[in-house]
């Protein structure tokens, strides 16, 4: 016969409870903490004089650079979940440096909402030998991250990271970090200057061992709007990750960008390096595409502008918009550290009816590539009030090898030249190549026409569009003079056969 001691017993009762909480937490938040929790948090905070959050470091901590806050790293055995049999493992960011704005985080059991303590123990800090934790008690968490399996059964791998305002991060199989999301943006590219709202508290679901889901809440808030967000994550092949928010704005906002992305463009094959690199593009996207309502598919190819600018595209309940990296040949790039090849694209589809609006393109000139410098959104045609809420759902898919791509043809490279053939002159030819099923097959006696058009800056010279045998798509081809060299030439092309358009719209700007 055994002696149970009362620690014994005390250690069966916590194991029996955390059994019950495995099983049960995922039917059981739902019940006592959700959405509308957030929600009036949000509504009540939007009613509040805006505080603008504590951020009051250690010093140690704050004068800490970029490379020395890398150093400081979650230790992974100590991950949320950790030996528990879960789908899903959570580790956290430190703050310091840039990171200075602590975040709250807390669990949704079935026994509550229970936050979690920061503990330097978590945490290895590398080479930072002038630090001591012992003297961070209670400096908060700079995001978090959570950890699946996608790759594989035996490991499992980071998918997403919540960090830095309102930006998080998805990865699906055999993917690598590029682009990013935001929760809002608001007054993106205006003379007025950008105001970045901040996730400042957290609720993480706690799963069952069956979810193929986590589900995460965010408190999001700022000097003009506060925003309640319920962000389901569900991992694979393209890691999807399905959003619902409500915004609150506390005064009238002209510029609110929905579903905003954010992404990096340097150079590329339409925009070739201005300095000596062995790399032959630098991006982690290399174009917008845009489904509209009127079921017309735009891609528009990204580049590096000398002044900022900004385009749109105007629609009434877009059908999906995304930052897209379609070139996928590591010849392309020849980066064995950045792999911009295997960077996911991130294609939002919206749910339910936007109304009529725009999706902007911001695009900022960077002399690097450690900026990022390309922003999309979306922009209703309604300004945000304050005791408006606006209520918004739409998912992203964080793609590689499943791409949302058009039914009938796209384009897959965009090259710019000079256009002389015997004799230098100011001419300008463009290489457009078309792949997709609309293509494939035709003869090479096919009657396929390019409808081309050209902004009144552009004087069009000549032009064709023939089959390109390597790739068994059609290759459009036209040369034009740019009349004014300080005003930028707008372009749209598409390919038909028999009155009928054959492939999605090309749409560049050749800017000054």
């Not at 699946?148 to 980071?158: S, T």
């Not at 911009?340 to 749910?351: G, L, N, Q």
Request: hydrophobic letters at 35%.
């Amino acid at each position: 016969m055994s002696l149970r001691t009362p620690a014994a017993v005390g250690r069966l009762l916590n194991y029996a409870l955390a059994c019950l909480l495995a099983l049960s937490a995922s039917s059981a938040f739902a019940a006592g903490f959700g959405f509308e929790d957030v929600a009036k948090r949000a509504k009540d905070l939007s009613a509040q004089p805006y505080q603008k959050p504590d951020n009051a470091l250690p010093r140690e901590l704050a004068d800490l650079g970029y490379d020395q806050v890398r150093d400081i790293r979650f230790k992974p055995e100590k991950a949320l979940w950790r030996n528990r049999k879960l789908p899903f493992e959570v580790q956290f960011f430190h703050p310091g440096g840039r990171y200075t704005v602590p975040v709250k985080i807390s669990l949704v059991t079935a026994s509550g909402v229970q936050p979690v303590a920061f503990n330097p123990a978590d945490f290895d800090y590398g080479n930072n030998k002038q630090l001591d934790p012992t003297k961070f008690k209670d400096v908060g968490f700079a995001g978090f991250r959570v950890h699946a399996n996608v790759n594989g059964p035996g490991y499992k791998d980071e998918v997403i990271a919540f960090k830095d305002a309102s930006y998080f991060r998805g990865l699906g199989k055999d993917q690598r970090y590029g682009e990013s999301a935001r929760g809002l943006a608001v007054d993106t590219a205006q003379l007025s200057g950008e105001e970045f709202p901040y996730f400042t508290e957290f609720w993480l679901a706690w799963p069952s061992a069956k979810d193929d889901h986590l589900v995460i809440y965010a408190l999001l808030d700022s000097r003009r709007v506060t925003g309640a967000y319920r962000f389901e994550l569900k991992p694979g092949t393209s890691t999807l990750v399905n959003v619902d928010a409500r915004i609150f704005p506390r005064e009238k906002i002209d510029k609110i960008g929905l579903a905003p992305l954010t992404s990096m463009f340097y150079f590329g094959e339409n925009q070739r390096s201005q300095v000596e690199d062995y790399r032959p593009e630098v991006h982690d996207s290399d174009g917008l595409q845009v489904h509209t309502g009127s079921d017309e598919w735009i891609w528009r190819p990204l580049s590096n502008p000398r002044r900022l600018l900004v385009t749109s595209f105007s629609t009434t309940n877009p059908k999906g918009f995304g930052l897209m990296q379609r070139d996928r040949d590591f010849a392309s790039y020849q980066d064995l550290e950045a792999r911009y090849d295997i960077r996911p694209s991130a294609w939002v589809t919206p749910k339910g009816d936007w109304g009529a609006g725009r999706v902007e393109l911001v695009q900022i000139p960077s002399p690097d590539e450690t900026n990022d410098n390309i922003v999309a959104y979306w922009v209703s045609d309604k300004p945000a009030e304050p005791g408006k809420p606006l209520d918004v759902a739409y998912s992203i898919a964080w793609q590689k090898e499943e791409p949302t791509l058009p039914p009938t043809s796209y384009v897959t490279q965009s090259r710019r030249g000079h256009g002389w053939i015997k004799e230098q002159d100011n001419t300008i030819q463009m290489m457009v190549d078309f792949v997709g099923p609309a293509l494939k097959g035709l003869s090479k006696d096919a009657k396929v026409f390019p409808g081309l058009w050209l902004s009144d800056n552009g004087e069009l010279l000549e032009r064709q569009v023939f089959p390109n045998e390597v790739t068994g798509g059609w290759r459009l081809s036209f040369r034009f003079r740019r009349l004014d060299a300080e005003k930028p030439v707008e372009m749209r092309a598409f390919l038909r056969q028999d009155q009928q358009a054959i492939s999605e719209t090309w749409s560049y700007i050749l800017p000054p």
